[in-house]
């Protein structure tokens, strides 16, 4: 079992940058692969990035391609997502989650997921 715990959340202009972190509990962080979605208000929940348990392979929607960076510190048991010329329709609830399987990483068959963080990016 893992739990999950997102922070980096806030508000912020259009253009700038925020980073979030997503910490694990438990000992077998390196075993998950991580990824990250977001969910704006009245819309689905979709993927944003994932990553492989040793962070050699990263997958990112085509929406964040080259503005979003995943990365992850198995030490400290944290993935990140740098986030950069941050656009309004980023505005959402970003959170993290964990499987053992990099099949279908870009799909929602996640095992574990945080409770999120609030992104807002102002026009």
């Known amino acids: 079992q893992v739990q999950l715990v997102e922070s980096g959340g806030g508000l912020v202009q259009a253009g700038g940058s925020l980073r979030l972190s997503c910490t694990a509990s438990?000992?077998?962080?390196?075993?998950?692969?991580m990824g990250w979605f977001r969910q704006a208000p009245g819309k689905e929940r979709e993927f944003v990035a994932g990553i492989s348990w040793s962070g050699g392979r990263t997958y990112y929607a085509d929406s964040v391609k080259g503005r979003f960076t995943i990365s992850r510190d198995n030490a400290k048991k944290t993935v990140y997502l740098q986030m950069n010329s941050l656009k309004p329709e980023d505005t959402a609830v970003y959170s993290c989650?964990?499987?053992?399987?990099?099949?279908?990483?870009?799909?929602?068959?996640?095992?574990?997921w945080g409770q999120g963080t609030q992104v807002t990016v102002s026009s």
């Open positions: 438990g000992r077998t962080f390196s075993s998950y692969v």
């Open positions: 989650a964990a499987r053992t399987s990099i099949v279908d990483v870009t799909t929602e068959t996640y095992d574990h």
